[in-house]
């Protein structure tokens, strides 16, 4: 199985090290939302895409990725992470990779250190996150993902 997750991780790190925890279950290459090939993206078995929140939205950079990806019929999936729930912001990004014809299995978010506007003021909120046990949340998300397109149980 072919996967890939493209990742928008532009302040703290805190995307990348839940998209590395991700891939290492599902084997799949982490690439910067500028370095993705929207064709390489449409031939692979299982898309992530992931991002903080920015603003109350992922960032634009993803949003634009997806909108330039051709049709296709492989599987995606979404995540953030961000100072807030972050797990509303995964909705509309969900929604448009189902547009373009992607089986969109699911969503995963999780708390991580925020600096912006106000919260700078105080150094920030979630400064530990995201920890061992949402890497671990992350993980267990991507065995799930691996076993629902391989039928054989998590990648060990």
């Known amino acids: 199985m072919k996967s890939v997750i493209v990742c928008a991780s532009v302040c703290h790190g805190n995307t990348r090290r839940v998209a590395d925890a991700m891939a290492r279950v599902l084997g799949a290459e982490v690439l910067s939302f500028g370095e993705a090939d ?12 992931g991002s903080g929140v920015f603003h109350g ?33 995964t909705r509309p990004l969900a929604r448009r990779l189902a547009g373009k014809g992607f089986r969109v299995e699911g969503t995963f978010s ?24 949402d890497l671990a949340a992350a993980r267990a998300f991507a065995e799930r993902l691996w076993a629902g397109g391989r039928g054989d149980g998590p990648r060990t």
Do not use: S, Y
């Not at 929207?38 to 895409?49: M, Q, S, T």
């Not at 939205?57 to 051709?70: E, I, K, Q, S, Y």
């Open 57 to 89: 939205r992922l960032h634009p950079g993803l949003t634009a990725l997806v909108r330039a990806l051709p049709e296709v019929r492989g599987r995606a999936f979404v995540f953030a992470t961000g100072g807030l729930p972050p797990a509303p912001f």
């Open 110 to 133: 999780c708390r991580a250190l925020d600096t912006w506007g106000p919260f700078g003021l105080v150094g920030g909120i979630n400064g530990q996150r995201p920890d061992a046990g």
């Open 38 to 49: 929207p064709a390489e993206l449409a031939a692979a078995d299982l898309v992530g895409f």
